[in-house]
């Protein structure tokens, strides 16, 4: 009887906590990823016809409300809360260099400098993709002596590089030329869409390698149940 309610209250528990949330829910959902593009989807226009001043409050004003709605709808608020703070970045370096193009210009050295990092992981064979997921999943550094494993967090952690460094040399060209609206083009395709085909590809390397955290509960589980 003590044992049968032991389980029903396990269960109970397990129910409550639910399944672990997916990447894309981490960022918000699909909802999460459209509104991360509207600051800058105002902020073009909005500079054209009204100007700079008018098009930095515009987007803080889209960043907060939708900081707002989530809190509101008790949503997920960190990707809300790191858009804020980005935008206002943002916001700051233009009014400070005077030129919309200058909202643009932390995202681009931001990826110059995350590019960089990836490549050296992989010269120094600290693949950043494998050491980023075994200090967020506990699976440590062991890895790196399976070279299976390293083969698997090389090609993620190309894959990131290419992504950061194809983003700093087509966005910093498009700087360069004074091209604002193709700037804010640049930012939205070359954002999301693929950041989501980099983390497919490490979701393949961390599963091929056999490091998915699912794997690990389960055989915590199964561990629990023999005792």
Not at 106 to 120: E, M, Q, T, W
Not at 132 to 160: E, F
Not at 174 to 196: E, K, Q
Request: net charge positive.
């Amino acid at each position: 009887m003590v044992d049968a309610e032991r389980a029903a209250d396990q269960d109970h528990e397990g129910a409550e906590d639910g399944p672990e949330p997916t990447l894309l829910e981490q960022m918000g959902g699909l909802s999460g990823l459209i509104y991360s593009s509207l600051p800058v989807l105002v902020f073009v226009p909005v500079n054209s016809l009204r100007g700079l001043t008018a098009a930095i409050w515009a987007s803080l004003a889209v960043a907060g409300a939708i900081l707002v709605w989530r809190l509101v709808r008790r949503g997920p608020i960190q990707p809300a809360i790191s858009g804020f703070l980005g935008v206002g970045v943002c916001a700051f370096i233009a009014y400070r260099m005077g030129e919309a193009k200058g909202f643009f210009l932390f995202g681009i050295y931001a990826s110059l400098v995350y590019g960089g990092a990836f490549l050296l992981s992989l010269v120094v064979r600290w693949p950043l993709a494998g050491v980023i997921w075994g200090a967020l999943n506990g699976h440590g550094t062991g890895w790196r002596s399976d070279k299976r494993a390293m083969r698997l967090y090389d090609i993620a952690t190309a894959v990131w590089a290419l992504v950061f460094v194809a983003r700093y040399l087509v966005q910093n060209h498009l700087y360069a030329a004074n091209s604002t609206g193709l700037l804010a083009v640049a930012r939205i395709a070359m954002g999301w869409p693929l950041t989501a085909v980099a983390a497919l590809v490490t979701f393949w390397a961390v599963r091929k390698a056999g490091h998915l955290p699912s794997a690990r509960a389960n055989a915590a589980g199964a561990a629990d149940s023999a005792v």
